[in-house]
């Protein structure tokens, strides 16, 4: 068992915000965040200073406010040390991981996921790591396959972003999402590319980077209506105890649509800027179910006596008012979207994962950060079960042998 951990990472105003003569109001310290109401001044006017500056505490929190230059700068060197670092341990130990950005419209998912030439994020750091790995493994013996996929949802179909299929552009959102009964939920006819080198697997995302840029130029509001999910598979073969052992572990990478599209009228500026239910993202919405069914879940099956776990739910009391965990059904939501459907294992099922919640430090965006805040202490107390993917006749022959040397260990004793 093991909890999705989660982190924030802040970003700096943009010049827009500063145009707009926002205020910085996120403020990180250690692992803990805090969010200043900014229409509430004067924290000594206030019987309950709660009122004015909420805290938050995560796994992690990176503060990329600072200086590049100042310690404590969150760069995307340090933000991969962590989180990229516990992706590729979890891949070599044979687990399968995911790990996902979560945030309003231009906060730092994709800078966080993706990157850009000389600032590249999480996806082409880990995927880098992968073949560092292959190439200093010493173990003649072993060897290993890298598989790789990208696809696209949009408006709950999905594309195929590195065999874009012939034909008119919105041919290419047909894919249908399947699910196998032992392996799980797939996309059918994704095309998968065998990667033998870190160059290759670079070319491959930048290819899907493309076909998402090009989507983006002709279709409004692109970016920030779709999903991007990159998929590695890595194999490991090696003889183990003289025994041919495969571990297969599948690690999701998603950059998902703006926050802001789960909830239309979360946002004024949103909703008159948008045509009429073209804002609202289905696999957004419903992956906020999902999160909010699988947290209750976790805090139904913490022991009764634990009163104090309802608090632990959202982190804050000002939310504890009025959730009654204890009365939810246990009914989880999956195959009401893609996206969660396609997702399954990673959220609450056999995966360890990671969420990276955005947010920007400005003032003019309170609302948003703090929404998005709440849903990640929430996404906190989801539980996993991870499992070692190994073919299950070479974990039982292994364990049996072990049985034999105790058992021949006891006669020799007798
Ligand atoms: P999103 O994918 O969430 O819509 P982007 O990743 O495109 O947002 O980021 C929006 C802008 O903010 C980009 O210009 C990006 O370079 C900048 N940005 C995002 N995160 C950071 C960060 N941590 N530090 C500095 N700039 C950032
Ligand atoms: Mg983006």
């Known amino acids: 068992m093991s909890n999705v951990k989660v982190a924030v990472r802040v970003r700096p105003l943009s010049q827009k915000e500063k145009d707009k003569n926002a205020g910085v109001i996120v403020d990180v310290h250690g692992d803990n965040v805090a969010i200043i109401n900014p229409k509430v001044d004067g924290i000594a006017e206030f019987a309950d200073s709660r009122e004015k500056v909420k805290h938050f505490t995560f796994d992690y929190c990176y ?24 992706v590729l341990q979890a891949a070599f130990e044979g687990y399968n991981a995911c790990v996902f950005a979560y945030g309003q419209t231009s906060t730092g998912k994709t800078h966080t996921m993706m990157g850009y030439p000389g600032e590249v994020g999480l996806i082409p750091r ?21 598989d790789i996929s990208y696809l696209e949802i949009y408006n709950e179909r999905v594309r195929d972003l590195l065999c874009p299929a012939d034909g008119k552009q919105t041919d290419k ?69 003289d025994m041919p052992s495969e571990k297969v572990s599948k690690i999701h990478m998603v950059d998902l649509a703006g926050s ?24 957004l919405v419903t992956l906020g179910n999902v999160i909010k ?22 982190g804050e009391t000002t939310l504890v008012q009025g959730t009654t965990p204890r009365s939810s059904s246990l009914y989880v939501p999956y195959r009401d979207s893609v996206l969660t ?14 969420m990276i919640a955005t947010v920007t430090s400005a003032s003019v965006y309170y609302r948003e950060s703090l929404s998005t805040l709440r849903y990640a202490q929430r996404a906190k107390s989801i539980v996993n079960q991870p499992k070692i993917n190994e073919d299950s006749n070479v974990t039982l022959i ?13 006669l020799m004793s007798a």
Not at 206 to 220: K, L, S
Not at 343 to 352: E, I, M, Q, V
Not at 398 to 404: A, D, K, Q, T
């Open 260 to 283: 802001e599209r789960a909830d239309p009228n979360f946002s004024p500026e949103y909703k008159g800027r948008l045509k009429e239910g073209a804002n609202i993202n289905k696999s």
């Open 293 to 314: 069914a699988l947290a209750e879940r976790s805090v139904l099956s913490s022991s009764s006596e634990n009163l104090g776990s309802e608090q632990n739910l959202t």
């Open 63 to 86: 503060d990329s406010t600072l200086d590049v230059t100042a310690a404590g700068y969150a760069s995307q060197q340090l933000v991969f040390q962590d989180l990229g670092t516990e």
């Open 398 to 410: 292994r364990e049996l042998r072990r049985e034999i040397e105790q058992l021949r260990g006891m």
């Open 126 to 146: 880990i995927c880098e790591g992968l073949f560092s790995h292959v190439d200093d493994c010493v173990d003649r013996s072993a060897s290993f396959r890298v």
């Open 173 to 241: 959102y047909t894919l249908k999402v399947r699910e196998h009964p032992k392996d799980g939920p797939y996309v059918q006819d994704l095309s998968q590319h065998l990667v033998k080198d870190n160059s290759e697997i670079q070319m491959l995302l930048e290819r899907g980077n493309d076909a998402r840029t090009t989507a983006a130029t002709y279709m409004h509001d692109h970016s920030s209506r779709s999903h991007a999910i990159v998929t590695v598979s890595f194999t490991q073969a090696k003889l183990e105890d």
């Open 341 to 354: 459907w396609l997702l399954k294992d990673s959220l609450g099922g056999n995966s360890k994962t990671l």
